[in-house]
């Protein structure tokens, strides 16, 4: 027997696909119904009006950036900056599995809802979320890089990155413009890397004598 749980579950995880695939805008609530074989009432129930079921479609967005997103590229690298690109690659397959056709979900509904406060304070936080994540990798990278580096604009600017690249692969159908904003990005890291702390000599090492 289904459980109300499983009902709210599945008609945010039907409107989570709808909305991606096709925008939130051209998503109807009989669709978003007809697809999760579940009936008026009990969506009614759940969420007020579309606008509340979008709300619920964003905290599963919040829920989901740690497991979905941030660990597997993490898995792949103890390296914190390789981590910041393994991130960016985890955007580059999604954009090679759909052929250039679907971008980041939350870019997109940015994009598209002009709606209340709340909900633009909700993907805010999906974005601030995801900055944190990558300052996370920036913050673990130590003295690799300058220590006058604002981390947080940094954090904002790989962002800009990723839904930029994302946008223009879109348009052009191609990985092409992804790939050269993540190899520019890549170049400024490794000048930033390069601008880090001078290398200690084996005398700056070695701890200070006794006494």
């Not at 009432?41 to 497991?67: H, I, M, N």
């Not at 300058?146 to 159908?173: I, K, N």
């Not at 990985?175 to 702390?197: C, H, I, K, Q, T």
């Amino acid at each position: 027997m289904e459980t109300p749980s499983s009902t709210r579950d599945r008609l945010i995880e039907t409107a989570r696909e709808l909305f991606r695939s096709q925008g939130y805008n051209a998503t109807g609530l009989k669709q978003v119904l007809a697809k999760a074989e579940v009936n008026a009432g009990s969506l009614y129930y759940f969420f007020k009006s579309k606008e509340d079921l979008l709300l619920a479609v964003l905290d599963r967005y919040v829920e989901l950036l740690r497991p979905a997103v941030l660990d597997p590229a993490f898995e792949q690298t103890a390296d914190p900056i390789e981590r910041v690109f393994a991130v960016l690659g985890v955007y580059r397959e999604y954009l090679s599995k759909t052929g250039c056709t679907l971008g980041c979900p939350i870019g997109n509904l940015a994009l598209e809802v002009d709606a209340r406060l709340v909900v633009r304070e909700r993907i805010a936080l999906n974005f601030n979320n995801w900055c944190r994540g990558i300052r996370e990798c920036l913050d673990a990278a130590g003295d690799r890089v300058p220590p006058d580096l604002d981390r947080q604009a940094l954090s904002e600017f790989v962002l800009t990155v990723m839904e930029g690249g994302v946008m223009q692969a879109r348009a052009h159908r191609s990985l092409e413009p992804f790939d050269r904003s993540v190899a520019m990005l890549r170049d400024y890291f490794n000048r930033l890397l390069a601008a880090g702390p001078p290398e200690r000599s084996d005398a700056d090492r070695a701890p200070p004598p006794p006494g």
